[in-house]
């Protein structure tokens, strides 16, 4: 389990998940993928098979940024789950 700060904001807020994710785009998110890893970033691009396109991204392993990239693209099959970093 990574120890990456945890996103912002009380309980879960009202609505669908599809509601939730068209709210994000363009938010700082949190999204884990099935090896463990956690990418910080700012979703800019997000489609139904949960392909994640990140700006200004941070790689998070055991706590710790491994690595900075300015864009990044996650298939979607290796997306565990996509959290909001600042309140929506």
């Not at 068209?22 to 700082?28: A, C, E, L, T």
């Not at 997000?46 to 200004?56: K, S």
């Not at 940024?65 to 693209?73: E, I, K, L, Q, S």
């Amino acid at each position: 389990m990574s120890a990456s700060p945890e996103p912002q904001g009380g309980g879960p807020p009202g609505g669908s998940p599809g509601d939730f994710l068209k709210n994000i785009v363009g938010k700082r998110v949190k999204v884990r993928i099935g090896n463990g890893i956690d990418y910080h970033g700012l979703l800019t691009c997000l489609d139904g098979y949960m392909n994640v396109a990140l700006e200004d991204t941070e790689e998070w392993s055991k706590g710790k940024v491994t690595a900075r990239y300015g864009d990044c693209f996650l298939r979607g099959n290796n997306v565990l789950y996509i959290s909001a970093l600042e309140e929506i």
